[in-house]
């Protein structure tokens, strides 16, 4: 039985038009289709074909159908359909009430809106309203695991709902996203007394973070323009590392050419060496983030260099991606709080916009609470929100392990806000120490994570402390980045080299000398202090 995965397929559909999940006459899916779009396309459904050639009635092999000179991206666009894209989507501005006009093509250079706000990336809801929630949740699980293209990548099986109108030829993809939902079992007992505590592990990803899910689309709209014969030349972006290390590995696969302004000795040389290795333009510039920022801005205004920073809000359809995920994982089932590490606040603003799209389109009912987790050292926002959101002040931010959200005027406030306001949700903050002790924590249990994942694990002790957060609360908390990514931080502190700092957690190497009876000493202390107690 030679079954294909593919979701169209024109002697099935033919009745219905409709993208194939089940059976054809099945009343659910006798309705127009929003797109047709492939989800498989290495073989086709044969309903004559529905046992081998031998007597024994059982299934045949399946048979890869790609042909011999066909790479994955020539198969999916020889068994495109041409049916009508009906999907769309536009710049907005941020938060524009009904009566607003502005809306920009998604073929355009423009980063604001013309008061000088942000803008967001609306779709055309009614058009997706047009199926029900039960589509969406198929049509999604059933690309999950495949090497199709572009649906293998867990950022573009959502394709619909991220740029519904881009070809799939323009796509640069690295099939990012899919990342492991970790079951904190040991963590959330033995320093919480928590049962159904996640870690969604963002950070294992095709260059260590969160943001390759956004950057994927921003490079493949790029792409795109650049086959449009826009005015782009290549691609820039300040960053405190790991927006960098995307936005070069994604261009140098599509081949376009990358800028990036990093703080000159203030991110990690594991971090530093990404951008390098794929070929990028580095400037180190003697600045924070907040210079650096200050200057791209400047810069992509005068040259043909597109601006790649969340300012841009093309990044965040992907990270939305993430908060779709969390809940496919969960069989579409809604977690109680999500916890997310932030700095410039746009991912805080992706994951409810993920949620409340499936929220909206009747995947899900409700929405989790969501927790914004900021360094001490550099907690503008965490500050606004002690204020009851009476007014927001900058700061300078100061030096912190979790470099990455090192930023002290973060782009996308007003979008956390937002977020925050309209999800219930709250801020915390991390102490240098306790986000330490925390990431020291969660190692020891079989994670190794980031010092930003520490600082969203810090929230949640607080949280879970203060009573907030319940015993019985399912709970997710988003590692952003690798930890390998952080290495020299984890050395200092097991070292107990970080100043000020007691690194009561640390778990430095045992000097022994190099004989039997010295070994077995401190061996037989070891086991001694490890026995079970009676």
Request: charged share 20%; glycine share 6%.
């Amino acid at each position: 039985m030679a079954y294909s995965c593919s979701l169209f397929h024109s002697s099935l559909a033919s009745k219905s038009n409709f993208p194939l999940l089940h059976h054809r006459n099945h009343p659910k899916f006798n309705r127009p289709a929003p797109i047709v779009i492939s989800c498989s396309s290495s073989s086709t459904f044969d309903p004559s074909s529905t046992t081998s050639s031998s007597n024994n009635n059982t299934p045949s092999p399946q048979k890869n159908r790609r042909l011999a000179d066909e790479n994955i991206r020539d198969e999916a666009r020889r068994h495109r359909s041409t049916a009508k894209n009906t999907l769309s989507a536009k710049y907005v501005p941020f938060n524009a009430g009904p009566d607003c006009t502005e809306s920009y093509s998604l073929d355009e250079i423009v980063y604001r809106s013309r008061s000088g706000g942000l803008l967001d990336v609306q779709h055309d809801m009614e058009a997706l309203k047009k199926f029900d929630g039960a589509y969406w949740r198929e049509l999604f699980d059933s690309r999950v695991g495949k090497t199709t293209w572009p649906y293998g990548s867990g950022v573009w099986s959502k394709k619909e709902w991220v740029l519904p109108e881009i070809d799939p030829d323009d796509i640069v993809s690295a099939f990012e996203g899919n990342s492991n939902l970790f079951w904190a079992e040991r963590f959330g007992k033995q320093f919480l007394g928590m049962n159904d505590l996640w870690v969604k592990h963002c950070g294992i990803s095709h260059t260590g973070s969160f943001k390759d899910l956004g950057m994927t689309v921003l490079v493949s709209q790029v792409n795109r323009l650049r086959k449009l014969k826009r005015p782009v030349v290549g691609v820039g972006c300040a960053s405190t590392g790991d927006t960098s290390a995307a936005l070069s590995a994604y261009c140098a696969a599509a081949g376009i050419p990358s800028i990036v302004f990093l703080p000159a000795n203030k991110i990690s040389i594991a971090q530093l060496v990404q951008p390098i290795a794929n070929g990028a333009f580095v400037l180190s510039i003697d600045t924070d983030f907040d210079g650096c920022m200050k200057l791209i801005r400047e810069v992509t205004a005068e040259l043909p260099i597109y601006l790649a920073n969340s300012l841009n809000s093309l990044r965040l359809e992907g990270q939305k991606t993430a908060a779709i995920e969390i809940l496919q994982q969960f069989d579409w089932e809604v977690p109680d709080w999500v916890i997310v590490p932030g700095g410039n606040l746009g991912n805080i603003y992706a994951f409810y916009k993920g949620f409340k799209m499936c929220q909206e389109l009747g995947l899900v009912d409700r929405i989790p609470r969501l927790v914004c987790a900021q360094a001490a050292n550099a907690n503008p926002l965490y500050l606004y929100f002690k204020s009851e959101w009476n007014e927001f002040k900058a700061v300078k931010a100061n030096t912190t392990f979790a470099s990455a959200i090192q930023i002290g005027d973060p782009v996308s406030i007003d979008r956390a806000v937002y977020a925050l306001k309209n999800s219930n949700g709250i801020v915390e903050e991390a102490t240098e120490e306790e986000l330490m002790d925390a990431m020291a924590q969660a190692d020891s249990t079989g994670m190794f994570i980031c010092p930003h994942t520490g600082v969203a694990l810090t929230a949640l002790m607080k949280l879970r402390k203060s009573g907030v957060i319940g015993a019985g609360d399912r709970t997710v908390v988003v590692s952003t980045a690798h930890g390998l990514k952080f290495t020299q931080s984890k050395v200092d502190y097991h070292s107990k080299e970080i100043p000020d700092m007691a690194c009561q957690f640390a778990n430095p190497p045992m000097q022994v000398r190099a004989d039997f009876g010295s070994v077995m000493d401190v061996l037989m202390k070891y086991l001694g202090d490890k026995s079970p107690k009676h």
